[in-house]
């Protein structure tokens, strides 16, 4: 018996469909029972860019894998769950053909073209109106009336009286019939999913097997009936002038929310199926990822990791243990890109067990981000304003529990004085709670935050990022004036008045200040 849903057998359709979900459609399942403090939140999700990366790991499925994949990536898993995934992982990439047989047999899932989180895991069920259980009673005085009109002159108004009612319930129950008709269309693609793998034998795929009567049943309640799918436009008909859609709109409503534990672990058992599948496809095509070895809360250990988003990136390396690190380097030496080169490994080390390097050893603790504060015009906010409210929000979040926080240029919103005072108080809070990956041109800061940051810079004067230790000492903002044609008087001026301030900094009571230019004549 075929459980596919009955607009959407795939022998009428040569390709399968590709639909498409928002962002809050996606993350239903997540927030069925997120943990806030140990989930990412949306900035740090926004400033890791792990949107794109998850539509990279979730390419090929259907909203059920993609849900799950996205908890994963937003919640982590725990040491006893992340060995099994690693271990089903291995399983699936040591046997090719059976993974192809299960991506194949999870084909059905991609039918569905809305969530049922929402539904599966939301709250209790709309109670049906008192005069649903009457609803059989308008076909029959529909019947009656008919009968009136063949006899009585005035026959035609009890007709009117009785299409009235029928008709008003078209009108009002019309969307709702409309968004629910979809909704057990997904029903019945998931259904049909769970049911074909119940053809697969093993322990793993058991509950397939041990459900698959009970999603058969299922199926029957909230399918349509073999008698309206034989009979050609018969339902329109019978819809217009006997209501059968809203009966059939209610009747389907309570066996869905009846059978509701039975489809929560079946959407669940599925989805986690679908996501290891997606998993696995994606590793196969992979030649840099390695298994993570999880360590404690300030170990990280990163050998030749790579962001999985750059076309040909450059591999680069890092090891801290208990305290963090001080990045600095030239402009466009790549700092924010390795920001969340080690961001974006840590996340998926913790949701899936590998990570883009060639070899890792990562804490399972939550990341936190600050990378991309703005200016916001409608909000009224600027960006100084910004930047403090995200700082605040880590001061809150941190230590609770320990985590990797990574920030990038702090506090660049207002003057150099104040920014390198500001970021000096809010990082050694945030050194002392968890474990600290700051990059800033301001490097002073490396010299104020010494025994908390490790100074570490990205060196390019190889042609290729190095990070190797140290602070830079030849910055080329001023070098760069060139490139854009300020011409030399512009140029000169700006070296002098570097030269100064370093020197100042150094020995304040024997600098002189620079002379003022020259009016320009």
């Given at each position: 018996m ?15 469909p590709?639909h498409f979900?928002?962002?809050?459609e996606?993350?239903r399942l997540?927030?069925?029972?997120a ?5 990412l939140?949306?900035?740090t999700?926004q400033?890791?860019l792990l949107?794109?990366?998850e ?17 994963r990536l937003?919640?982590?898993?725990g040491?006893a769950?992340?060995?099994s ?7 699936l990439?040591?046997?090719?053909a059976?993974l192809?047989?299960?991506?194949t ?5 991609r039918y569905?073209?809305t ?5 599966l895991?939301?709250g209790?069920p709309p109670?049906?109106?008192?005069w649903?259980?009457?609803?059989w009673t308008?076909?029959v005085?529909?019947l009656?009336s ?7 002159p005035?026959?035609w ?41 119940a053809?697969?034998g093993?322990p793993?795929l058991a ?20 008698l309206?799918?034989?009979i ?5 008909y ?8 809203v009966?059939?709109?209610?009747k389907?409503?309570?066996?869905v ?8 672990d079946?959407c ?5 199926l679908?996501a290891d ?6 590793l196969r095509?992979?030649?840099h ?10 170990t990280?250990?990163l050998?030749?990791?790579?962001h ?19 990045i ?11 920001l969340?080169?080690?961001g ?9 067990g590998f ?5 890792a050893r990562?804490p ?6 600050s990378m991309q ?13 910004s ?13 609770a ?5 990574l ?6 919103g207002t ?11 809010v990082l050694?809070?945030?050194c ?9 041109h301001?490097?002073?800061l ?7 940051l490790?100074?570490?810079r990205?060196?390019t004067?190889?042609g290729?990022?190095?990070l ?8 080329n903002g001023?070098?760069?004036l060139a490139?854009?044609?300020?011409g030399?008087?512009?140029?000169d001026?700006?070296a002098?008045?570097a030269?100064?301030?370093?020197a ?5 009571e024997q600098q ?10």
């Amino acid at each position: 018996m075929s459980l596919l849903p009955d607009d959407f057998q795939p022998a009428a359709r040569s390709e399968l469909p590709s639909h498409f979900f928002t962002p809050e459609e996606i993350g239903r399942l997540h927030r069925a029972d997120a943990d806030p403090c140990t989930s990412l939140d949306d900035q740090t999700w926004q400033d890791l860019l792990l949107e794109s990366c998850e539509d990279k790991l979730a390419l090929g499925s259907s909203i059920f894998g993609r849900q799950m994949l996205h908890r994963r990536l937003r919640a982590g898993i725990g040491d006893a769950e992340c060995a099994s995934l690693g271990a089903r992982l291995r399983g699936l990439l040591a046997d090719p053909a059976r993974l192809d047989a299960l991506d194949t047999a999870l084909r059905p899932l991609r039918y569905a073209d809305t969530e049922l989180a929402g539904l599966l895991f939301g709250g209790e069920p709309p109670q049906a109106p008192s005069w649903a259980r009457l609803l059989w009673t308008l076909p029959v005085l529909l019947l009656g009336s008919l009968a009136l009109l063949a006899t009585q002159p005035l026959g035609w108004m009890a007709t009117i009286a009785a299409l009235v009612p029928l008709m008003a319930l078209q009108i009002s129950y019309h969307r709702r019939i409309e968004l629910w008709t979809a909704t057990l269309n997904s029903l019945n693609a998931l259904l049909a999913g769970s049911h074909k793998l119940a053809e697969f034998g093993g322990p793993l795929l058991a509950p397939f097997v041990d459900a698959r009567g009970q999603a058969a049943r299922l199926h029957k309640r909230v399918g349509r009936s073999l008698l309206m799918r034989m009979i050609p436009g018969g339902e329109a008909y019978l819809n217009w002038f006997a209501a059968y859609n809203v009966r059939r709109y209610w009747k389907t409503m309570r066996a869905v929310y009846q059978a509701r534990d039975f489809l929560r672990d079946a959407c669940l058992r599925t989805a986690e199926l679908e996501a290891d599948v997606a998993l696995a496809r994606h590793l196969r095509g992979l030649d840099h990822w390695c298994w993570v070895e999880r360590t404690p809360a300030r170990t990280l250990e990163l050998e030749g990791g790579v962001h999985p988003l750059m076309e040909g990136p450059t591999a680069l390396s890092v090891a801290l243990d208990g305290r963090g690190a001080f990045i600095s380097g030239q402009n466009a030496s790549g700092k924010s890109t390795f920001l969340r080169m080690v961001g974006l490994n840590l996340v998926v080390a913790r949701a899936f067990g590998f990570c883009y390097a060639e070899g890792a050893r990562l804490p399972a603790v939550p990341v936190r981000a600050s990378m991309q504060n703005e200016d916001s015009l409608l909000g009224g906010e600027s960006l100084y304003m910004s930047e403090l409210r995200r700082a605040r929000e880590l001061l809150d979040a941190s230590g609770a529990p320990p985590g990797v926080c990574l920030v990038d240029e702090v506090f660049r919103g207002t003057n150099h004085l104040e920014s390198v005072s500001a970021a000096a108080a809010v990082l050694e809070t945030l050194c002392d709670r968890d474990l600290v990956l700051v990059s800033s041109h301001n490097l002073v800061l490396a010299r104020l935050l010494h025994g908390r940051l490790e100074p570490l810079r990205i060196d390019t004067s190889s042609g290729s990022p190095v990070l190797k230790p140290g602070v830079l000492r030849n910055p080329n903002g001023i070098a760069l004036l060139a490139t854009q044609g300020f011409g030399t008087q512009i140029e000169d001026r700006a070296a002098e008045v570097a030269r100064w301030l370093s020197a100042h900094l150094v020995e304040p009571e024997q600098q002189e200040a620079p002379k003022a230019l020259a009016p320009v004549t």
